[in-house]
């Protein structure tokens, strides 16, 4: 994967509290076995209507909206388990998710497929609705380095939490293999020692 440091992107704002993982990526595409595809039915029932056609009104048929951060209500990812819902984020091209909360199963999915979820207060995250309300080119930058989260309009930025050993696979470009390998002299020293 590639490594994880700072990203300055353009937003899109989805400002609707209590999304849950079936509205993520309907149940009915669950049948694949792979991570491909997903990314096209992101928000599907929400994106189409019945025949097929894009619903105008939706934030990502908006094409004044676009970027690698998907700004979200509070409470993201509620619902099943499925880690399907993380890959359809991918998929479709984000590298951050940001909102005041998180569902656990759905968070540590999401950093599991290199999707970073960032938690910011509920003052914080209405300010950035509100920006980008006003002008679609505003930026965020999102420094995992300083865990940090900048609203590039307005100046204000507040810290995240992240677990340090995901932060560190992040940083490095790591999955859980990869992050092994990396320690292969220290697991080989602790072997011969013991």
Same mark, same amino acid.
């Given at each position: 994967?590639?490594?994880?440091?700072?990203?300055?992107?353009?937003?899109?704002?989805?400002?609707?509290?209590?999304?849950?993982?079936?509205?993520?990526?309907?149940?009915?595409?669950?049948?694949?076995?792979?991570?491909?595809?997903?990314?096209?039915?992101?928000?599907?029932?929400?994106?189409?209507?019945?025949?097929?056609?894009?619903?105008?009104?939706?934030?990502?048929?908006?094409?004044?909206?676009?970027?690698?951060?998907?700004?979200?209500?509070?409470?993201?990812?509620?619902?099943?388990?499925?880690?399907?819902?993380?890959?359809?984020?991918?998929?479709?091209?984000?590298?951050? $998710?940001?909102?005041?909360?998180?569902?656990?199963?759905?968070?540590?999915?999401?950093?599991?497929?290199?999707?970073?979820?960032? $938690?910011?207060?509920?003052?914080?995250?209405?300010?950035?609705?509100?920006?980008?309300?006003?002008?679609?080119? $505003?930026?965020?930058?999102?420094?995992?380095?300083?865990?940090?989260?900048?609203?590039?309009?307005?100046?204000?930025?507040?810290?995240?939490?992240?677990?340090?050993?995901?932060?560190?696979?992040?940083?490095?470009?790591?999955?859980?293999?990869?992050?092994?390998?990396?320690?292969?002299?220290?697991?080989?020293?602790?072997?011969?020692?013991?």
């Amino acid at each position: 994967m590639d490594k994880f440091n700072t990203i300055t992107s353009k937003v899109v704002p989805l400002p609707i509290e209590n999304v849950d993982t079936d509205q993520i990526i309907p149940a009915r595409f669950l049948k694949a076995t792979t991570k491909e595809g997903f990314g096209d039915n992101l928000f599907r029932d929400w994106r189409f209507d019945s025949n097929g056609e894009p619903v105008k009104s939706f934030v990502l048929n908006n094409p004044a909206y676009s970027g690698e951060i998907l700004v979200a209500g509070k409470n993201f990812g509620s619902g099943s388990s499925r880690e399907h819902a993380a890959w359809a984020i991918a998929g479709y091209g984000f590298k951050v $998710v940001v909102s005041s909360f998180f569902a656990d199963i759905f968070k540590n999915n999401a950093m599991n497929n290199f999707v970073l979820p960032v $938690v910011v207060s509920d003052e914080f995250l209405a300010e950035i609705f509100e920006t980008v309300g006003k002008d679609p080119n $505003v930026t965020l930058t999102v420094n995992l380095e300083t865990q940090t989260v900048t609203n590039d309009a307005t100046g204000k930025s507040e810290h995240f939490d992240i677990n340090p050993y995901k932060r560190e696979c992040f940083l490095n470009g790591f999955d859980d293999i990869d992050y092994l390998l990396s320690k292969k002299e220290l697991i080989e020293r602790f072997e011969r020692e013991r």
